[in-house]
């Protein structure tokens, strides 16, 4: 799609700062075969999640996200804009004008998303092009070469999200203040179901049922009496496709805990809590079920 100048410009700037300042909410990846680690804000790591999951839903490889991520990281910096050259919108800067959707269509990130693989799976062995090449068969931008920059970041991004590496990807995610009136136990615990429900709602939707079988909910008793409630997502507990699923459930989970209000996320011995941030993925004696798998448990509450 073309894109003016001035907009080419923007994005790329807002590329170059993915990265939180000091201090501010930020996720981090873990550098691959000593190259250096890729930091970014919770809001551009959520998008960049939810695209990694509709591919999943698909059945497409990490390729496929590889290419995506590199294009909304060119087009909108894994934004998902109100604004953008003429009438382009969203993650990929799509147009109702040219058919990519209706406005509040194309400013739904999984639709967004899904209108782009949509289309890429539609461009002759799309997998062996080079990344830019592959982005602009389906972007037709006015910079063609533009997604060249961000494929070393959308690379180990995408390897990340696709689970291939375990705990690669951890988040440090604003926590409520403290003393904040949360309605008493009563109030918390159907705070706490509202929230575990809407982790459901979209696990679903953006992984698709078929993916994720069998994901339930039950309630669990936390320190001092708080509720929480948490989300189980079944694993297969053998066979390396089956641990890259529950690692690609987990740091989606990670990487949208501060939109969802996610408190810990288990999974193969390893534990994520917001409260403890900082300090990333801990080993935990069973998290999440014994061996390297077992089941995500995604835990919501105060």
Same mark, same amino acid.
């Given at each position: +799609?073309? =894109?003016?100048? @001035? ?25 691959? /075969? ?30 496929? =996200? *590889? ?5 909304? +990281? ?24 040219? !058919? ?5 269509? #194309? +400013? ?22 080079? =990344?830019?090449?592959?982005?602009? &068969? ?33 988040? =440090? ?38 993916? @994720? ?16 409630? *948490? ?8 066979? /390396? !496709? ?17 939109? @969802? ?8 011995? &390893? ?26 448990? #995604?835990?919501?509450?105060?």
């Amino acid at each position: +799609m073309a =894109v003016a100048a @001035l907009l080419g410009a923007g994005a790329y700037l807002a590329v170059q700062q993915l990265g939180a300042g000091p201090g501010e909410p930020r996720c981090t990846v873990a550098a691959a /075969d000593g190259g250096a680690a890729l930091e970014l804000t919770p809001e551009r790591a959520a998008n960049a999640a939810t695209i990694s999951a509709v591919a999943s839903a698909r059945g497409l490889k990490p390729r496929a =996200v *590889t290419i995506a991520l590199a294009t909304a +990281m060119q087009e909108s910096g894994l934004r998902n804009l109100d604004h953008g050259d003429k009438d382009s919108l969203g993650l990929f800067q799509q147009r109702p004008s040219q !058919d990519w959707g209706t406005t509040r269509q #194309i +400013m739904d990130p999984v639709y967004a998303a899904g209108e782009f693989y949509a289309h890429l799976v539609k461009v002759p062995g799309y997998e062996r092009l080079p =990344v830019t090449e592959a982005a602009q &068969r389906v972007q037709r931008s006015g910079y063609p070469l533009a997604y060249a920059k961000h494929e070393a970041d959308a690379e180990l991004l995408a390897d990340a999200l696709s689970g291939r590496r375990g705990a690669a990807l951890s988040c =440090v995610v604003p926590r409520p203040a403290k003393g904040a009136d949360t309605g008493g136990a009563a109030g918390a615990e159907a705070a706490d179901a509202t929230g575990a429900a809407r982790v459901r709602e979209r696990l679903v939707r953006e992984f698709g049922a078929g993916v @994720l079988p069998g994901v339930g909910t039950k309630g669990t008793a936390g320190a001092k009496g708080a509720h929480g409630r *948490t989300v189980t997502v079944p694993v297969a507990r053998s066979g /390396d !496709d089956a641990v890259r699923r529950g690692w690609q459930v987990a740091l989606w989970s990670v990487a949208h805990s501060a939109e @969802l209000g996610v408190e810990q996320i288990s999974y193969a011995g &390893r534990t994520w809590q917001a409260s403890d941030a900082p300090e990333g993925w801990r080993r935990t004696a069973d998290a999440g079920g014994s061996g390297a798998a077992g089941a995500v448990r #995604i835990t919501t509450g105060q």
